[in-house]
């Protein structure tokens, strides 16, 4: 089944560290991307997405990812966490669901913990 | 604007209760999904609504169905509740359907305890 893979299940880092957080996922078709988070008692929100053009994508609070469609990879990265930057990211991709149809699919989420 | 709203905010119910949780959409969305959030399983898709239709289901059980309304409004029964069951349920809106290629707003989800 298709699927979305998120390795890093908790991260803890220092602030001003840099953040990268790997997401994987398994289609072969066109994709759409998006990572969102939810910072704690929070609701889900978006940070950023990609559809087409530059596979470098920015989003808010200094955040970006790039899509490398030959590893089938949407990393997420920060070069300097805060604080405030605790949170649960979550990886999303629209893909195929056993009925066709296609759908927004979560990657288990990665814990980021940022240490003052 | 208003954002997605999801009521009620928490529940407790017992084994083989039914329930029913809401979803207000954003004014002027017409897409509706909900999802299952536990700590195990992460975010899973549950289905989708588009125009009063379910564009969409996810691999759960027939206890689980929803419907949307005219005005968008969705909601989403669990009927035979067992203690799996237990979740923060997220609904989530956009403008188009399947949420492709637009965004999708989360609501704050309810908490459904099942004892």
């Known amino acids: 089944a298709q699927s979305v893979s998120q390795h890093n299940h908790h991260v803890i880092l220092s602030e001003a560290a840099s953040l990268e957080l790997g997401c994987n996922y398994s289609y072969g078709g066109t994709v759409n991307l998006f990572w969102y988070v939810q910072y704690p008692g929070q609701h889900l929100q978006l940070l950023l997405k990609y559809f087409s053009g530059d596979p470098l994508v920015k989003g808010i609070k200094g955040f970006e990812a790039e899509f490398i469609k030959s590893k089938f990879s949407f990393n997420l990265r920060k070069p300097s966490v805060q604080w405030s930057d605790t949170a649960e990211y979550f990886c999303a991709v629209i893909l195929a669901m056993d009925t066709g149809r296609r759908a927004l699919t979560f990657g288990s989420g990665t814990r980021l913990q940022v240490q003052p | 604007k208003a954002g997605v709203t999801q009521t009620p905010r928490y529940l407790i119910k017992t084994r083989g209760q039914q329930v029913t949780l809401s979803c207000s959409p954003i004014?002027?969305?017409?897409?509706v999904s909900w999802y299952q959030q536990t700590p195990g399983q992460g975010l899973q898709f549950l289905f989708e609504y588009f125009s009063e239709t379910q564009r969409n289901k996810g691999n759960f059980p027939g206890r689980f169905s929803g419907r949307q309304f005219s005005n968008s409004r969705s909601e989403m029964n669990v009927s035979t509740l067992e203690l799996g069951d237990s979740a923060l349920y997220l609904c989530a809106s956009s403008f188009e359907a399947a949420v492709m290629n637009t965004e999708a707003f989360f609501g704050q989800g309810t908490r459904l305890t099942v004892v």
């Open positions: 004014s002027g969305h017409r897409s």
